[in-house]
């Protein structure tokens, strides 16, 4: 691959949003996040970076983001850099193709538009299976772990004590669904 197929590539995927500084650099901005492609000094790698969000909002979720590139971002991995999570790709030049290119370039755009939300699900099922696990070691059925949740959300443990009936009702109706899809699956072991 070389520049100027990168150059035709970016120009055919954006049309004219691609700002290129040929031959080691381009980047295509879209309201507030940013895709950046670079060259190595010598050319023989390139990088694509694509902004996913600040670094203060992943803080709590790096441990899911860090098994996410082990099992589940493909060519592509989460990494901090000025503040800011990214998902980069890295390859080298010589072996690079367009197919390559347009694939991990996909795959960027893919964790932009999921942004934490996948991570934070996996955090949030923990908790739930948590939930289900103390609450099957005390012999409770769902029904009572249910009841539970309802009472922290009307004494404000959970929840916001300013949430009006509607949003309360949602909030604990997602809390069925989860503790409905989870409840078989967690046994006596956790």
Do not use: C
């Not at 998902?87 to 991990?104: C, E, I, P, R, Y």
């Not at 929840?159 to 949003?167: F, K, M, R």
Request: net charge negative.
């Amino acid at each position: 691959m070389t520049p100027e197929t990168i150059t035709e590539l970016l120009t055919e995927l954006f049309d004219t949003a691609v700002e290129a500084s040929p031959p080691d650099r381009w980047q295509i901005v879209d309201g507030d996040s940013r895709l950046l492609i670079l060259l190595s000094e010598d050319q023989s790698w390139l990088r694509v970076l694509m902004s996913i969000a600040p670094a203060q909002d992943a803080q709590s979720l790096l441990a899911q983001l860090l098994e996410a590139n082990f099992d589940e971002t493909q060519e592509a991995r989460y990494a901090l850099y000025q503040n800011v999570l990214w998902g980069v790709f890295q390859h080298a030049m010589d072996t690079l193709t367009a197919a390559s290119l347009k694939q991990a370039i996909a795959r960027l755009i893919h964790m932009r538009q999921n942004g934490l939300s996948e991570a934070f699900q996996k955090v949030a099922e923990s908790q739930i299976r948590q939930i289900i696990y103390a609450s099957k070691m005390q012999g409770q059925s769902i029904e009572t772990t249910m009841r539970t949740l309802e009472r922290f959300y009307q004494e404000g443990v959970m929840g916001e004590l300013s949430q009006d009936e509607e949003q309360r009702e949602r909030v604990l109706g997602a809390w069925r669904y989860q503790l409905e899809r989870l409840w078989d699956e967690v046994g006596d072991e956790g």
